[in-house]
């Protein structure tokens, strides 16, 4: 049986925000119901008493804070450079509502 | 002279007595190129006229030769040169060709005064093992032309395994870096997690992304992490450890050393002449003095599964920041805001890329987060768990890099249990976080590399370069080089 259909993955590329067309949608469809029938061997595992694992090396985390300056990265400026459309100093985007 | 057959020491000596300028050096990396490249294919963007004048500048100046003066290295285009473009393999970034800043591990680089050549042919955002999701071009294995170079790290492989740059960095989030090494007969580290910085490598997993050198020996292999390691603000995952001199522990002794093979890294799946090959190996280990055992590590099985939940899921949300706002290209005629990011990234992505974002999101939805993301989050900690048991007892844990040597070009006949086989070999040190190491240990009859894995424990790099260093040095497998055709040789 399949494990997602054409009309799931539409819902989750929207959700994703990544626009595809019907034929891709039967293709990854197909392509993800087998990759989840692979991890559906991931069950044979007994993992009722183990904690899940983020990182394989886990850095202490005193090391990583540091105190809260302002520093001068990017200028405005370069920040903008590679933008597709910018004005007045911001990045331009089209109309966010009707 | 060729890039050939050098290693970084005696290109310093001849660097530094003169016999060579960094000029020459430079020029012989871009006539190998214009020699090569059209049957190699392994460059998305040259950086000519730069690493020239760079060589020049290098050569009038008099003041003393820093540690990789005037070497020509290549760069994997995911991670980012200042001013240079930057792609990803991927359309959306094709635009982008001024990034603002070095990554840390090319910043390091430049400091010791390598100099960048071109930015390297991979997988479309590392998501593949063949470098034929690229957007750009497929590129060649120089073995057999007919073949992949691996992937996704396949540019950095071919490019050092013809010849066209003295070493190159890769990066590994599931074994692209190690096997790309494998079917190119180069060296290729992942590190420890947290011992390169991430800064600056586009990121596709972030639990598992490691940056690595690929180089043509072992000892060059150590001199370039010890330049790229160490600690950075910039990178709050990177370990605050001090760098050891990885190139010290070149020693050629291994005696008393303690070898743990697992059973599962030589099963069914490995074709029989990597098989052999490996085991050869063994026994050559067995000479040098070590000892070796079999061990189990029952849980590896499960990890190519855990892995494509894990790295998808993470995947989903780090190309989240390719919205055709800030950098790369906006698709054109579109409605509003959403449509526009949807048309966008529908666009700029490939199949593979827009994939594995839709099943990362799928196992982190809420009503598959437990059955997907997070089992493969809890099996993660048992693959951890059983590494470490093993480490408790052995120095090193060794097997081959891949199951089979360099799959041909457009293969679609892959059988699922070598596709699995492979993950299994190579994905469990990026889970466990553990470094790994691919070197030749061999070639099958049709002439293609195999490649032997040393997988250390955390940090323990040393161990890992002294036991392929002392292998390498016993055997010959390092000195054979590809000819390509029309070659002069």
Partial sequence: MSKINQDQVKQLAHAVRIEISDEEATKYAEEISQLLTQADKMDEVDTKEVKPTTHGVVTELGKVLRQDKPVQSITQEEALKNAPDKQDGHFKVPAIME | ?489
Wanted: hydrophobic share 35%.
């Fill in chain 2, 1 to 489: 002279m060729s890039l050939f057959g050098y290693t970084i020491k005696e290109l310093e000596e001849k660097l530094r007595k003169k016999e060579l300028s960094a000029s020459e050096l430079v020029d012989m990396s871009f006539n190998r190129i214009a020699e090569v490249e059209d049957q190699v294919q392994a460059f998305i963007t040259l950086n000519e006229e730069e690493a020239r004048e760079q060589a020049k500048k290098y050569d009038e100046q008099s003041s003393d030769q820093k540690k990789l003066f005037a070497l020509p290295v290549g760069i994997k285009d995911n991670i980012v040169t200042k001013g240079l473009r930057t792609t990803s393999a991927s359309q959306f970034l094709s635009n982008f060709t001024d990034p603002l800043y070095d990554a840390t591990a090319v910043k390091k680089l430049a400091d010791e005064q390598a100099i960048t050549i071109g930015k390297l042919n991979m997988d479309e955002f590392a998501m593949g093992s063949t470098t034929e999701t690229s957007s750009y071009k497929v590129t060649r294995n120089p073995w057999n032309t007919d073949h992949v170079p691996g992937g996704s790290s396949g540019g950095s492989a071919a490019a050092v395994a013809a010849g066209e740059v003295l070493f190159s960095l890769g990066s590994d989030t599931g074994g692209s870096v190690r096997q790309p090494a494998a079917f190119s007969g180069i060296v290729g580290m992942k590190p420890t997690y947290g011992l390169v910085s991430r800064y600056g490598l586009i990121a596709f997993a972030p639990s598992l992304d490691q940056i690595g050198p690929m180089t043509q020996g072992v000892e060059d292999n150590a001199r370039v992490l010890e330049i790229i390691a160490g600690h950075d603000q910039n990178d709050s995952t990177s370990a605050n450890k001090e760098v050891p001199a990885y190139t010290e522990a070149l020693t050629g002794d291994i005696k008393g050393l303690k070898i743990a093979v697992p059973e599962e890294y030589l099963g069914d799946g490995v074709d029989p002449e990597v098989k052999e090959a490996i085991l050869n190996a063994l026994q050559m280990f067995e000479l040098l003095g070590a000892t070796v055992d079999r061990v189990s590590l029952g849980h590896a099985t499960y990890a190519p599964a855990a892995y494509y939940m894990i790295s998808s899921a993470e995947a989903s949300t780090s190309l989240a920041r390719f919205d055709g706002v800030r950098f790369g290209v906006r698709a054109e005629n579109t409605d509003n805001m959403i449509d526009m990011m949807k048309k966008s990234r529908g666009q700029g992505f490939g199949d593979e890329v827009k994939k594995r974002i839709i099943l990362g999101t799928f196992a982190l939805s809420a009503d598959n987060y437990e059955n997907y993301f997070e089992k493969a989050q809890k099996i993660r900690t048992l693959i951890k768990r059983e590494f470490k048991t093993v480490f408790d007892n052995y120095d090193v844990v060794i097997g081959p890099t891949t199951a089979t040597t360099a799959y041909k070009i457009g293969a679609t006949d892959i059988d699922p249990v070598t596709a699995n086989t492979n993950d299994m070999l190579t994905v469990p040190a990026n889970l466990a976080g553990l470094p790994a190491l691919s070197l030749p240990c061999g070639f099958s009859e049709a002439g293609l590399p195999i490649g032997l894995q040393i997988i250390g424990n955390h940090f323990d790099e040393s161990t890992v370069y002294r036991v392929a260093h002392a292998y390498e040095q016993a055997t010959n497998h390092h000195k054979k080089r590809p000819v390509l055709e029309g070659e002069n040789k």
